[in-house]
């Protein structure tokens, strides 16, 4: 089996609503640096190129970004990055629902490159009406992550108001290795990008660890089984069928067998005038 990489020092994930940057940091043998929380949160809504490009390093992929009163941000929820201009961030601060995924700044801070931006003259500011603050969306079934080391399917299906679907996980699974790219699609939905595959011996598959995604081909996933790392993501499949669609392989036609020809049968000779042998008595 494929060996789980170890956690080092850098951006790191903190999942859930358990675990904050000083729990995911510790699990790396470091600590908390806020003030490279704090510079990247700030690049959200100024540079959002800037600001996705961390979470990126981390395999999320920020389809939109939002501004949130959050003193857990920078945080991914849903497919959305979001930062938050009307609060502090801090270390202990924990994420509303079980799939936030916190990103902490866990070392000095050459482990947690931040980008810079290149100072532009301020303009003279235009009067702008107050913004609503954007909803935080509510969950809903389907596709869904659980999360670290606490949380399993069923967990996070009662999350969503829904119950795991073991059959739709399995069928993901068994995608593993045989078609890595339907098997990543559905990481992707999910905001995760598979930048390798790995077949592991977890029931807890199908998850993401690391920048990789893996499956099983020597288990069979259970809905309860839980990660080994603060930092797994579990995709399971909460709900019906239907909610948690998988893509299906194209058969490979059977071709049809070449006919043979049937062998023309050797003729028995026809008897002649000549020496004949007969059958005597002795």
Known sequence: PTPTPEP???WTLATGVVDDCDDACATVGSTCNI???IALNDLGGVNNTAFASVFSELGLNCRNFADNADPGAPYYYGTACYYTSSRTPTCGANGFYNSNLRVCCCGADDDC???TLTPTPTPSP???A???PTPTPEPSPGWTLATGVVDDCDDACATVGSTCNIDRIIALNDLGGVNNTAFASVFSELGLNCRNFADGT???APYYYGTACYYTSSRTPTCGANGFYNSNLRVCCC????DCPVPTLTPTPTPSPTPTATPTPTPTPEPSPGWTATAGNG
């Open 130 to 132: 107050t913004p609503t």
């Open 239 to 242: 709900g019906a069928d239907d």
């Open 126 to 128: 235009t009067p702008t």
């Open 202 to 204: 977890d029931p807890g």
């Open 113 to 115: 490159p931040v980008p």
């Open 8 to 10: 080092s020092p850098g």
């Open 35 to 37: 003030d490279r929380i």
